[in-house]
């Protein structure tokens, strides 16, 4: 019988790649939809009203949650937090405290989360260990990954994967870096100093995937590529990639003027993650330096 893999937030940037890949191994994909319609293969849920029918997720072998509202794309107004907030929380509450009213629960349930949780560090190193950080992004991750506690209490494995950027022109940070670039009017963020935790979204998709199939994967993982990069770093090497100069550095008081405390939070400021559990667990790279990833997921673009 072929095993059964939910995903919610299937049409994102990670959710989609992972989506086909699943497919093209063997799996049956069902797809989390607010819509209505979607054939047999959806599962109708509304995260806001708290509605997910039971009978739509027993026996389902595994689920992955990545769905949330993009912290990207504007000021952060505080309709706007409580809707990045809400949307992640309120969604893995859902999901676990549905698990554990079933009767055939799924094996695993690997929920998506990101490396907000350890806020601005500076030039500290930090991994799985390393307490949760301050401001907000570090306290959604925190009440993020605490929603997920009621299907770890009813016995269900679960894991929870704590994304750096992912690299990929289909959607994310780099898609909308990339315009400016191509113009020649891209540069670092501020002083620049700022580490940039990164993953390739080819190792992004297989990190999950891991996930899924090892039984002795459970709790935190850093989803991230080994070589740390400083924004200054990441901007040098991406304007190489595409042999455009970056000279034009944005400074922080106009990215503060424009976006306010996102600008603070997810663009000025960052921490130097490391993939330790995800290393020590033996999971190979495709992609584990930034010049080769960005060329790999650049090739093509023109």
């Excluded at 400016?180 to 992004?204: E, H, Y």
């Excluded at 993982?221 to 770093?233: D, R």
């Excluded at 060329?295 to 093509?300: A, D, F, I, Y």
Aim: aromatic share 6%.
């Amino acid at each position: 019988m072929t095993a059964t893999v939910a995903i919610s937030g299937a049409s994102g940037l990670i959710g989609t790649t992972l989506a086909t890949q699943l497919v093209a191994s063997g799996l049956r994909v069902r797809k989390f939809t607010r819509k209505d319609g979607g054939g047999q293969d959806a599962i109708h849920w509304d995260p806001a009203r708290g509605a997910l029918l039971p009978a739509q997720i027993d026996g389902l072998d595994a689920i992955v949650h990545l769905a949330g509202e993009s912290i990207a794309g504007g000021r952060w107004t505080a309709a706007r937090m409580a809707r990045i907030r809400d949307s992640r929380v309120q969604g893995t509450r859902l999901i676990a405290t549905t698990i554990a009213q079933l009767q055939h629960k799924p094996k695993v349930l690997v929920c998506a989360s990101a490396v907000g949780f350890y806020g601005d560090r500076g030039d500290t190193e930090v991994d799985e260990s390393s307490p949760p950080g301050t401001g907000f992004l570090a306290e959604v991750c925190q009440q993020w990954e605490a929603a997920a506690k009621p299907a770890q209490d009813a016995g269900v494995r679960v894991v929870w994967l704590r994304f750096g950027v992912v690299l990929a022109v289909q959607g994310g940070a780099l898609e909308r870096m990339l315009l400016p670039f191509k113009l020649g009017l891209g540069g670092r963020l501020g002083s620049g100093r700022q580490w940039m935790p990164w993953i390739a979204v080819t190792d992004a998709v297989t990190a999950i995937e891991v996930a899924l199939a090892r039984n002795d994967m459970k709790g935190v993982y850093n989803v991230v590529a080994p070589e740390a990069v400083t924004n200054a770093t990441f901007t040098r090497t991406l304007a190489r990639v595409l042999r455009r100069p970056a000279i034009l550095p944005v400074p922080a008081f106009a990215l503060r003027l424009a976006l306010g405390r996102f600008a603070d939070e997810a663009l000025l400021s960052g921490s130097k993650v490391l993939p330790k559990r995800l290393v020590d667990a033996g999971f190979r790279y495709k992609w584990p330096q930034l010049e080769p990833a960005l060329r790999n997921v650049l090739e093509g673009s023109p």
